[in-house]
Structures are given as structure tokens and as C-alpha cells.
T-cell receptor, first 115, second 118 residues
Framework: SQTIHQWPATLVQPVGSPLSLECTVEGTSNPNLYWYRQAAGRGLQLLFYSVGIGQISSEVPQNLSASRPQDRQFILSSKKLLLSDSGFYLC??????????????FGPGTRLTVL | AQKITQTQPGMFVQEKEAVTLDCTYDTSDPSYGLFWYKQPSSGEMIFLIYQGSYDQQNATEGRYSLNFQKARKSANLVISASQLGDSAMYFCAMREGNPGAGGFKTIFGAGTRLFVKA
């Protein structure tokens, strides 16, 4: 069965510090991978998605970046965190079986607090 | 205009009763998918149910059913026999797009917080 891991689970970082959040998927090949951010009490905002190694699409221009160095690894980074980067970061995967029908499955999330 | 609208920020339901969570969507694509996710206080997003735009029958998964009214562009989630463990945020989502024009994208609503009372 497929599983998705995210770490760390929680993170407190000072403003201006770098960030690296990691997401890995097990039990599937060539998944679509996604990074979402959820502000407190809000819905999900898609940040990045990737359909393959090295292929990253950005949805929202900001100081975050994403990379996919391996098929089942997705990394969210920042060189300098802002206060507004605080939130709950969720990684998700899906397998394209016709596009519209593929369901996204989410990891446990990383709660980031920028002070 | 919002693509996914969930008009109920919060709802209460008595344990063992049924509850309907509203969701309306806006798209001009003929082919799209509708999803419901549950987010308990732990934060994880749990997939509940899926409805395709061409599906003739309403989707059902255990105690969850999706009341799909295509002409009204609504995809309400019905939870039967509510349990205390159903207390959570519930998100409606829509997947639309064209693989030749940048791929498919899933858009989430703002969510409805459900409180189940004992």
C-alpha cells in the first residue's frame, strides 16, 4: 500500500532563516506530487505541483521554491522565511489514471511557525 | 468568482442524526471531478468520496454519500448516523483542467467545521 511521509512534523523558525521541508511517497511510481499551504482556519492553497522528476509548476509567486530530485521525493524550500510563511504545509500525491479522476492523498503535514 | 463555495462555516449535529454539508462549484469544463475531504484536529486530510461529472449515480462510501445535482452545480456531502468522531473540518474540492493546457488542478473550498453533539 502507498504511504506518504512528511518531516518535520512541527518547526519553529526565525524570520530570515532558510527552510527545507521534505515529503516522500512509498508504494507507487511516478506520482504527481503537490505542496499545499493552509493558513490557520482557512482552506488549502496550492503552492507547487510536479508531474515528474525535475518538473515543477508554481501556482503562487512567493519566496518559496520546490524541487523533485527523485521520483518519490518532493522538497519545499525557502532561502529567507517571512512571517507570512507560517502555516500548515501539506504534501499530497496522486497517480494519473485519466486526470480528472485521480484522487489526491495527503501526508500528515508540517506545522511551521515563523517568529 | 469563487470556484468552490461552502456556505456553512460551522454546523452542529446531534449524534446518530444525518447531516448535509453544502458545496457549490463553478466551472465551464464539461469534465471535472468533485471530492470531499475530512480534516480532524490532527491536521491530516482524509479523502472521503469522489464524484465524476459524467457519473450517472450519486457516489456513496459507507456512511458518506454525495448528493450530486449537476444542473445546480452542487455536490453536497451527506453523513448518515453521525458519530462523535465525525467532528472535523470538511473540505469540498473540484478537479478541472486540460492536460494540454497546463494539467489538472484541484481547487478547495474554505471548509465547514462540523461539531457532533453527544
Amino acid at each position: 500500500s502507498q504511504t506518504i511521509h512528511q518531516w518535520p512534523a512541527t518547526l519553529v523558525q526565525p524570520v530570515g532563516s532558510p527552510l527545507s521541508l521534505e515529503c516522500t511517497v512509498e508504494g507507487t511510481s511516478n506520482p504527481n506530487l503537490y505542496w499545499y499551504r493552509q493558513a490557520a482556519g482557512r482552506g488549502l492553497q496550492l503552492l507547487f505541483y510536479s508531474v515528474g522528476i525535475g518538473q515543477i509548476s508554481s501556482e503562487v509567486p512567493q519566496n518559496l521554491s520546490a524541487s523533485r530530485p527523485q521520483d518519490r521525493q518532493f522538497i519545499l524550500s525557502s532561502k529567507k522565511l517571512l512571517l507570512s510563511d507560517s502555516g500548515f504545509y501539506l504534501c499530497a500525491w496522486s497517480v494519473d489514471v485519466g486526470g480528472i479522476t485521480d484522487t489526491q492523498y495527503f501526508g500528515p503535514g508540517t506545522r511551521l511557525t515563523v517568529l | 468568482a469563487q470556484k468552490i463555495t461552502q456556505t456553512q462555516p460551522g454546523m452542529f449535529v446531534q449524534e446518530k442524526e444525518a447531516v448535509t454539508l453544502d458545496c457549490t462549484y463553478d466551472t465551464s469544463d464539461p469534465s471535472y471531478g468533485l471530492f470531499w475531504y475530512k480534516q480532524p484536529s490532527s491536521g491530516e486530510m482524509i479523502f472521503l468520496i469522489y464524484q465524476g461529472s459524467y457519473d450517472q449515480q450519486n457516489a456513496t462510501e459507507g456512511r458518506y454519500s454525495l448528493n450530486f445535482q449537476k444542473a445546480r452545480k452542487s455536490a453536497n456531502l451527506v453523513i448518515s448516523a453521525s458519530q462523535l468522531g465525525d467532528s472535523a473540518m470538511y473540505f469540498c474540492a473540484m478537479r478541472e483542467g486540460n492536460p494540454g493546457a497546463g494539467g489538472f488542478k484541484t481547487i478547495f473550498g474554505a471548509g465547514t467545521r462540523l461539531f457532533v453533539k453527544a
